[in-house]
């Protein structure tokens, strides 16, 4: 299920997670897990968009990030190196 | 029953009384009871064991340990609680705990609570619980709370599927608790079958893990399983590496590291395994997996995320917050701008008759004129803050993101750069700090050039208040126009950027959309208020400041605006705005956005001598409709505030990249602006 969730994200689109569940079959919960998994591995990343203070002032700072959608990214190659096989 | 007294459970009928046939006592019988935070298995714990509880630590850890007694049918059951954990890897201290608990100890028996309403999210422990020497038991608790969420589950057919018992329960009713317990007892006297269906791994898969467990067979520590090692070296655990690896001589432990090498793969094998195993389990005894109102979030996005209706959709979405904002604020700005404004110009102006020249100027020119003017819009953006919180609070802006996202694909935009671009839809700083996700540093520098063309909800907001001082009834036509004339922009220069740099390269994102709600008005109008109050503070402090340095500059030296600093500055700029249709002062307009958007309306207001007269009706006498859209064009183009400047600044490292990043967006800014005067003037707008 893993490697068949990796082969769909290694097709380079943008998904969503309702969108990944229809294709793999399965329920969007276990596709969030999965994705969790992956990351926790080093085979994705989450990725926040943030003001970090810099909006002070502005009147639409909370407009920030997309109205707060969580967002993952595949790193092709482990981001720490290969640590992922450790399993954090 | 030696100790039943001390159990809440001691007038209940769950075991059976001593005679002849049933002989006591029996012996002494370990019960884990595992289970994720928050299942319901404390008061598992407690309904069994009442005042028996000891509570200590773990050795050598700072976790609690819970252990208490219940006696049944001349067994003395000893209640080890373990800690709460969402799996059994040695990433936190209590998996640790949890697992070593059950690999050396070997309880007779563990339990496995589970919340029944998030069945999936529980299994995955127990798929991992499976693989450990124990005998397992699954406690589905909150079985009402799942029926309440519209799951049904089957507790049999799960039985039959998983081979394991399967005890319905909802342990805060203390229900199911008197089946636990016999179930228990059943188990450890072998009159309940037991033939647990374990997750799986691929037969290529398989053979490597047996290879794997004959080289490290020999060097296992007691009591640990071999198998288990040998999958959890597989599978990258760190403390069970660092166990065999300590233990095992050099050759051996290289033998072991190529075969994990050629097989890095195998890492997603054996956790998929475990998925596939839940996705069997939920599918066979859980009927309506889904709970409703996430259906009609699903059945909605269908048509809001659809690669051609999102887009119509949000096209219309944006069309109607334009139209909305100006039929309602339009005519409420004209009268604060000829009636109020206005009237206190004229009536400040009769105070100010006996001062000096210069005073009524600033006062009435300056400030009435700049900062007055500029308020007499507060309307529309108050209209448009509204608008615009309304989509956040309902849940619909992470949707027309994303179907940004297909339009950019369309245009052959994506890639790294997506994300950045991507995130610019909610402001401009975040997307120029996104950029980092790019290592290459030529693209990076690229993406963060292009990062603020993307039309945040800010320039949207001062293209709402520019567009109707130049076209009155007309501007929803021009602001819509506006916006997609940046996303072209965005789209030829992201597909340019992409054709060069990125070629070849990919990135997928997978994003998590918010649920639809029903929107809260409280929340709206907290969010206007705070924005309105935000907007409030900068034209009291920024706009004012500009407002003032403006007519002092055009004021000074010389006392008309032709002799003035800024008079000569504008002459000597003339040539170069006369491309755009510009004249001098919509140039320094242009020039004085740069610290705040807003500047330019109040610019505009003092240098045309807005205060007696109502800005809009001064633009509109001197400013032709094809200068008007060219300099809207220039201003949505052009960098959208200081904080993205700095954050610029803080991303190149290099004051030198930051002043050609915004040397290119104004001369790309100013070069569309040319194009569209050019283009406006020979299709009769001049």
Known sequence: MLERLMSLLREGKTRTVPELARELGVTPTLVEMMLEELASRGFLYALQGSCAGHCEGCPLQNACAAGGTRIWSISFAPPDGGEGRTGK | MARRANSPLASCDCCTPASADNPLPTGTITVALAGQPNVGKTTVFNLLTGLSQHVGNWPGKTVEQKTGFYACDGWTMRIVDLPGTYSLTANSVEEQVARDFIIRERPDVVVVIVDAATLERNLYLLAELLHLPARVILGLNMVDVAEQQGLHIEPHVLQAALGIPVVPMVASRNQGICELVRTIVGLVRGEIPYAPRRPEIREDHQQVLASLEEIVGPYVPSPYPADWVSLKLLEGDSEITRLVQERMPQEAWEQIQSILHRHEDAVLAVAGGR???????????????????????????????????????????????????????????????????????????????????????????????????????????????????????????????????????????????????????????????????????????????????????????????????????????????????????????????????????????????????????????????????????????????????????????????????????????????????????????????????ENAVATLAVLYGAGRESLPALLRASVSPASGLAFLVATMLFIPCVATFTVMRQETGSWKWTLIGTGFLLLLSLAAAALVFQLARLLGGA
């Open chain 2, 275 to 597: 998925y596939d195993w839940i996705g069997r389990m939920v599918r066979a005894a859980v009927a309506r997996p889904r709970a409703g109102h996430i259906t009609l979030t699903e059945r909605v996005d269908r048509i809001a995320t659809h690669p051609f209706w999102g887009l119509v959709l949000l096209g219309a979405v944006l069309a109607v917050a334009f139209w909305l904002t100006y039929a309602v604020a339009l005519p409420i700005q004209r009268w604060l701008g000829s009636v109020v404004v206005q009237g206190i110009a004229e009536q400040v102006g009769r105070w100010l008759a006996p001062a000096p020249g210069w005073l009524s100027g600033l006062i009435i020119e300056g400030i009435i004129g700049g900062v007055g003017s500029m308020l007499t819009f507060a309307p529309i953006l108050t209209l448009f803050f509204a608008t615009m919180g309304f989509l956040e609070d309902v849940g619909y802006m992470a949707r027309a993101a994303y179907v940004m996202d297909r339009f950019m694909h369309l245009l052959g935009l994506h890639g790294k750069s997506f994300l950045p671009l991507f995130l610019g839809f909610g402001c401009n700083v975040p997307a120029v700090m996104g950029t980092r996700i790019i290592e290459e540093r030529r693209a990076r520098l690229l993406t963060i050039l292009l990062a603020p063309l993307v039309p945040c909800p800010a320039r949207m907001a001062v293209v709402a208040v520019l567009a109707p001082a130049f076209f009155g009834t007309r501007a929803p036509w021009v602001s819509g126009g506006l916006v997609f004339l940046s996303l072209f922009a965005l789209a030829l220069s992201g597909a340019l950027l992409n054709w060069i740099l990125f070629r070849g390269e990919r990135a997928a994102f997978i994003m998590e959309l918010p649920l639809y709600h029903i929107p809260n008005l409280r929340t709206i109008g907290l969010l206007v208020w705070q924005r309105l109050l935000a907007f409030l503070r900068k034209a009291g402090t920024v706009i004012l400041a500009v407002s003032i340095v403006v007519w002092a500059l055009s004021h000074f030296p010389g006392g008309t605006i032709e002799e003035s600093l800024l008079g000569r500055l504008g002459r000597w700029l003339s040539p170069v705005g006369a491309w755009m249709g510009f004249d001098w002062r919509m140039i320094v307009a242009l020039l004085t956005s740069f610290i705040a958007k």
